[in-house]
């Protein structure tokens, strides 16, 4: 144990393991530092500012890096430098996490650089570092100086056969049908993200609810060690230079036509081209600027946006489009709109559009995913691709970005819950390339998935959509709930809400809020406003394509997947793996065994049918015992005087007796069979003694009548 001079412990509980939260002795040059452990899970999380921003900032400059050492759990990195290098997606996933509970935290007028470092030291295996790694980062800011208005904290949510879990253990959330992380201050939700199977919005509600008592006992701890280490204020810091006279002219100049613009309900670009050239006016208005002066018209004239944008929209209770505040924007889809995909679709909302593809593979073509703690194949992938011509702009592409990252996890979350289960063979790689966009792009994402999965033939049992709500509020205690926000609709409101799910539940949560004093029922308004909402657009995927196709495209793979008795797995692979590689090679097939439960589970891919189908009777031959009665398609080896040579099935071959060919008397069978041919025969015995199979074809034909007993010729003394 790393004692520490200052140290706090949070109760969570009867079935939570106790929380430490410590201070004082490691990261002693950092603004602040925390040690948390839970079990054996140890975090560090430290927090550095510089003491004034640079010149020219204009903007707050966060970075919040969440990262896991290997050497946690006892493990060497599997990478060719046998190190940690860039941060993994799950890494990233965390660290936005953190990092939306934090950001809104600091004061507006704040511009000097902050890092927040979390680090796992510690790993236990049944501990969930995620929603801990923001309490510890919280906690580093609550012991500093560094300017943060409140103390927040940060708890998953779980739901196992109908009870309510604080922070489950890893092995409790394998069975949950929930599963949230809530991060909150004392008063105030602040970020909300999750899953469910489709739960019920009073279940959100009850689960934030609870997480909000929970989170408010580890505010009170940090509140208890920051006292301890004495911590009285935070720092001063440099105010950017503000003048108000030049704020007053700029809105006297500005707001009546820039009210009008908003009001025009044009298109984006029209109206982000109108709102350019008003600021031009504008500046031109105003003359020659002292030099101070000159980066404050671009402030003003953007938070002069702000509140009249804002005001319309609560007042006139119309948008920036001309909808009102409920109204889901045009939506066109269609599915197989490309040729060689296994599956597609183009979804349209308004001016958002994702083309999204999906590509059936084998199990070989699984995802390993690795943390310290776990090494996870998973065969649902979703790849979200936001290139940058879909807002117009030129920007170098670099790959995926922690925004991407996120959109594509939130998206692959929500569809993940209608997948079918493990016993569906295929490999499902899902990618959405968003073509346009001007609003919750991610939810483009969910529908067009959606869409494109039952297009591709997987068993996708019902459609899943997503919408995006937003919220305007003002001091006077009105409030505006929006449906389907647009980009501007995003920057300028005071919350992000996205809700995915069915027809029967909620499927996926993702929700930043930017205000204090979000009420309950405020956000039961928003979720019944959302539920509208996602109806309306399943609606009309229901009509795009109802129901997934019952097959596979015709160029998609096949794939066929059939367990055998443990026993038989050596025989389908033969020795040095001669049996299943001439499988393979005659049938142009791909196969893979595994042994799972004590069984084997034998996977067969291909791009032919009729290669799969064949594959799969070989395996089935290989694997089958042979039943006295049963007719088999047998293939002539050899001919002998006294009879022929047969393999009814893979590997099992029996003799068919001269005298078991025909009703009639036969002194050869020259000219009735040939090496190679195929025979039906039926299996009569086994000789007792030697115990080698007797077939006949006989039996089948037709007897001549008068015959009582078969006719014996002298190959019958063989």
């Known amino acids: 144990m790393l004692t520490q001079p200052h140290s706090v412990v949070i109760d969570m509980g009867p079935n939570c393991k106790p929380i430490t939260i410590s201070t004082g002795r490691l990261a002693r040059q950092a603004d602040g ?62 660290s936005r996490l953190i990092d939306r509970a934090l950001r809104p935290l600091f004061p507006e007028d704040y511009f000097c650089d902050v890092q927040v470092l979390v680090t796992l030291l510690s790993s236990d295996p049944e501990v969930m570092p995620d929603a801990l790694a923001c309490l510890a980062a919280s906690a580093a800011l609550a012991v500093s100086d560094v300017p943060v208005q409140e103390v927040i904290s940060e708890v998953r949510i779980g739901r196992q056969n109908g009870e309510y879990l604080i922070n489950p253990t890893r092995t409790q959330l394998q069975s949950c049908d929930m599963d949230f992380i809530i991060a909150a201050t004392a008063k105030n939700m602040m970020m909300v993200e999750g899953e469910a199977k489709e739960c019920q919005e009073e279940d959100l509600v009850k689960a934030l609810e609870l997480a909000h008592e929970a989170i408010r006992k580890q505010i009170t701890a940090q509140e208890d060690l920051r006292t301890q280490v004495g911590v009285t204020g935070k720092r001063e810091y440099t105010k950017p230079y503000r003048n108000e006279a030049l704020e007053n002219k700029i809105a006297e100049l500005g707001r ?25 006016e504008v500046k031109e208005a105003l003359g020659e600027l002292p030099e101070e002066d000159q980066p404050l018209v671009g402030h003003y004239l953007g938070e002069l946006q702000y509140y009249v944008v804002r005001d ?80 117009g702009e030129t920007k170098p592409m670099r790959g995926p970005g922690r925004r991407e990252v ?54 996708f049992a019902k459609h899943v959509s997503g919408v995006a709500m937003g919220l305007i509020t003002r001091k006077d205690g009105k409030y505006a709930i929006l449906t389907d926000i647009l980009g501007d609709e995003d920057h300028l409101g005071d919350m992000d809400f996205k809700v995915t799910g ?48 019952e097959e596979v495209k015709p160029h998609s793979p096949r794939m066929v997947k059939m367990f055998i008795e443990k026993e038989f797995i050596g025989a389908v692979i033969g020795p040095q793996g001669k049996v299943v590689q001439e499988i393979q090679k005659e049938t142009g097939t791909t196969i893979t065994i595994e042994e799972k439960n004590n069984m084997g589970e034998v996977s067969i891919f291909g791009t032919n049918k009729e290669g799969v189908d064949r594959a799969e009777r070989w395996v089935k031959g290989i694997v089958a015992v042979p039943t006295v009665g049963d007719v088999y398609e047998a293939t002539v080896k050899s001919i002998m005087p006294y009879g022929a040579f047969v393999e009814f099935l893979p590997g099992k071959q029996g003799l068919l007796h001269i005298s078991e060919v025909s009703w009639k008397r036969l002194e050869t069978l020259e000219g009735i069979l040939r090496e190679g041919d195929m025979v039906k025969v039926k299996l009569t015995g086994t000789d007792p003694k030697t115990g080698k199979f007797k077939l006949s074809r006989k039996v089948m034909l037709p007897k001549p009548e008068g015959q009582n007993r078969p006719e014996q010729g002298p190959a019958d003394q063989q």
């Open 33 to 94: 530092a925390a040690l948390l452990q839970c079990g054996n899970c140890y975090l560090l999380a430290t927090v550095c500012a510089s003491k004034e921003p640079r010149p020219g900032q204009s903007f707050f400059p966060l970075t919040v890096d969440y990262q896991e050492k290997f050497a946690s759990a006892g493990r060497i990195p599997g990478s060719f430098f046998k190190r940690e290098g860039k941060l993994s997606d799950y890494e990233v996933l965390i």
């Open 406 to 459: 996120g959109h594509g996890n939130l998206a692959m979350r929500s569809l993940k819950q209608i997948m079918p289960g493990n016993e569906y063979p295929y490999t499902v790689r899902v990618v959405s390339d968003i073509l346009e966009s001007n609003g919750s792009s991610s939810m483009a994402t969910v529908c067009a998935g959606s869409l494109a999965l039952m297009d591709a033939g997987v068993p």
């Open 502 to 549: 069915t027809r029967d539940g909620i499927c996926g949560v993702q929700m930043d809020i930017k205000i204090d004093g979000l009420s309950m029922d405020v956000m039961r308004e928003a979720l019944a406003q959302a539920r509208d909402g996602r109806m309306h657009i399943l609606d009309a995927m229901y009509a795009a394509i109802p129901a997934a196709r």
């Open 256 to 280: 009546a036509k820039m009210y009008e613009i908003a009001k025009s309900a044009s298109a984006k670009h029209e109206r982000s081209e109108a709102f350019s050239k008003l600021f031009d």
């Open 312 to 391: 319309m929209m609560l007042d006139d209770r119309i948008r920036l489009d001309g909808r009102n505040l409920t109204t889901v924007r045009p939506l066109d889809m269609m599915v197989d709109v490309l040729p060689s995909p296994h599956g597609c679709a183009l979804f349209t909302r308004g001016e958002t559009q994702s083309l999204t593809t999906v590509t059936l593979g084998t199990p070989n073509d699984e995802l390993l995913i690795e943390t310290a703690a776990t090494s996870d194949y998973v065969k649902f992938i979703l790849h979200y691709n936001f290139p940058p011509f879909s807002t």
